[in-house]
């Protein structure tokens, strides 16, 4: 929708300041003369409301079936991130037969034009690489996207070789190419070698996906005692690809 004023002139400079707040708007025009006061004197033009109901489309609600899943629904839907395509990704809670006593979790996305599973709690995540051979998700949340292609979203894991160090992971589902890991905790980066060898990932804190660039920035904590890290430099942030390359290590504590 336009705004715009009936007395306007051109050097009135409407809209060089804008305040929005619900369906309000503050549009200020510095410019404006009064024929009492004098020129410049400026105005302050209030609109209500500035646009009528948005188009809306349901992706899930209670007790709809969950795509992916066998005998399950959706029993809570929780978290949700939406890109400027309109694209989304959600994360629900399970009831029903299929659902592991309503203790299930998962993560659906609609990138692929429909809403289908990317991962759920119980599913073997081997696929991801040798490393992951034994694992499984036991818990999902955090989803965001802000990316055309793409939405990331952290795991629990559980079985062989994850233990407490190591059982968080951070994932990403591509359009077109499924789900894939970014960053693990437990795992050592090179790239924070600050000359007593590599650091370890401890703890993700906050993800934060770019819309316009190839980057997933994490604040994150390390291993203390590992690669000099102490409590004076075991915190910052650093940034990877979607292949999971680090890109960026510049922010970190001391």
Known sequence: QELFTNDGK????????????????????????????????????????????????TLAKIRDYAPGTEEADFRILRDAGINGDG?????????????????????????????????????????????????????????????????IFQSRMAGAGVNGTNN?????????????????????????DQGSGPARLQVFREVIQTGNFDNVSVSYVLRKGIGGVNAGNDTGILSVTSAGAVSDVSVREG
């Not at 707040?21 to 549009?27: H, I, M, Q, R, S």
């Not at 659906?108 to 119980?122: I, N, Y």
Request: glycine share 16%; with cysteine.
């Open 87 to 151: 694209e989304a990704i959600f994360c629900g809670q399970l009831i029903g037969p299929g659902s592991g006593g309503g203790r299930d979790k998962g993560i659906w996305q609609t990138l692929e034009g429909t809403v289908d599973l990317a991962v759920k709690s119980r599913d073997d995540l081997s696929a991801l690489g040798p490393e992951f051979i034994g694992a499984r998700s036991t818990n999902l949340y955090l989803p965001v996207m802000n990316a055309s292609n793409r939405g």
């Open 168 to 192: 968080l992971v951070l994932l990403q589902y591509h359009e077109g190419l499924g789900v894939s890991p970014l960053l693990r905790t437990g795992t050592d980066i090179p790239e924070l």
């Open 10 to 57: 051109a050097n009135d400079f409407f809209g060089s300041a804008v305040a929005l707040c619900d369906n309000l708007a503050v549009v200020g025009a510095p410019g404006v003369d009064s024929t009492a006061e004098g020129p410049d004197l400026g105005a302050a033009y209030f609109f209500r409301p500035i646009g009528g109901p948005l188009p809306m489309m």
